[in-house]
C-alpha cells in the first residue's frame, strides 16, 4: 500500500496568516492526490484535487501544490472558520490512502 | 443535489456480522462514478474499504478482503456494506462517499461500536 505521511499532527496558526500542510507519498503518485478538510462534528469535504484544483466553492486562499511524492496545502489569510482537521488522499493505486491527518489551531 | 446518508445499528457484539447502508438521493448509482465505504477510526484515521462501480463491479480493500462485501439494490438506489467477524478494532464511524477519482460527495456518517 502507498503511505501518505502528513508529518505534522498539529499547526497553531493566527487568522491572517499563511499556513502551509505538507504529505509526502512513499511512491510516486503522479498528481493523483486530493485534500480534504473535516470540521468537528462533520464528513470531510474535498478541497482540492488531481494536487492542484480547488473544487467548486472552495475559496481561493485554499491552494494545492506538489507532483509525484511531495505535495503541500496552503492556506492564505487564515479564517477563524478554517479551525479544522486537514487530510491528503492519493488515488493513484489501489487501495486508497489517507494520510494521518493536520489539525489546525487557531490562536 | 447529490446527498448520501447512511444507516447502521449503531452497536454490534464482537464476531457478529456488521449491515451497513447507503441511500443515495439526486442521483442514480447506475450511471456513473463509483460508491464507496470509508470507515474513521477514534483518533481519526481514516481507511477506505470498498467501493462498488456504476456497473455493479466491486473493488475491497485486500487488508478487509476476507471479511467484507458490498452489494447494491439499485430499485431503492441504496448499496450496502456488510463486514463479516467484527472485532472491536472495527469500532469506528462510516461513511459512504460518491467517486470518480477523489471523493466529491460524503454522507454524514454512521457510528459503529463493536461492544460484548
Known amino acids: 500500500d502507498i503511505v501518505m505521511t502528513q508529518s505534522q499532527k498539529f499547526l497553531s496558526t493566527s487568522v491572517g496568516d499563511r499556513v502551509s500542510v505538507t504529505c509526502k507519498a512513499s511512491q510516486n503518485v503522479g498528481s493523483n492526490v486530493a485534500w480534504y478538510q473535516q470540521k468537528p462534528g462533520q464528513s470531510p469535504k474535498v478541497l482540492i484535487y488531481?494536487?492542484?484544483y480547488r473544487f467548486s466553492g472552495v475559496p481561493d486562499r485554499f491552494t494545492g501544490s506538489g507532483s509525484g511524492t511531495d505535495f503541500t496545502l496552503t492556506i492564505s489569510n487564515v479564517q477563524s472558520e478554517d479551525l479544522a482537521e486537514y487530510f491528503c488522499?492519493?488515488?493513484?493505486?489501489?487501495?486508497?490512502?489517507f494520510g494521518s491527518g493536520t489539525k489546525l489551531e487557531i490562536k | 443535489d447529490v446527498q448520501l446518508q447512511e444507516s447502521g445499528p449503531g452497536l454490534v457484539k464482537p464476531s457478529q456480522s456488521l449491515s451497513l447502508t447507503c441511500t443515495v438521493t439526486?442521483?442514480?448509482?447506475?450511471?456513473?462514478?463509483?460508491w464507496n465505504w470509508i470507515r474513521q477510526f477514534p483518533g481519526n484515521k481514516l481507511e477506505w474499504v470498498a467501493y462498488i462501480s456504476y456497473s455493479g463491479s466491486t473493488t475491497y480493500n485486500p487488508s478487509l478482503k476476507s471479511r467484507i462485501s458490498i452489494t447494491r439494490d439499485t430499485s431503492k438506489n441504496q448499496f450496502f456494506l456488510q463486514l463479516n467477524s467484527v472485532t472491536t478494532e472495527d469500532t469506528a464511524t462510516y461513511y459512504c462517499?460518491?467517486?470518480?477519482?477523489?471523493?466529491?460527495?460524503w454522507g454524514q456518517g454512521t457510528s459503529v461500536t463493536v461492544s460484548s
Open positions: 439526486g442521483y442514480s448509482i447506475t450511471s456513473d462514478f463509483a
Open positions: 488531481s494536487a492542484s
Open positions: 488522499q492519493q488515488y493513484n493505486t489501489y487501495p486508497l490512502t
Open positions: 462517499a460518491r467517486s470518480g477519482t477523489f471523493m466529491d460527495y
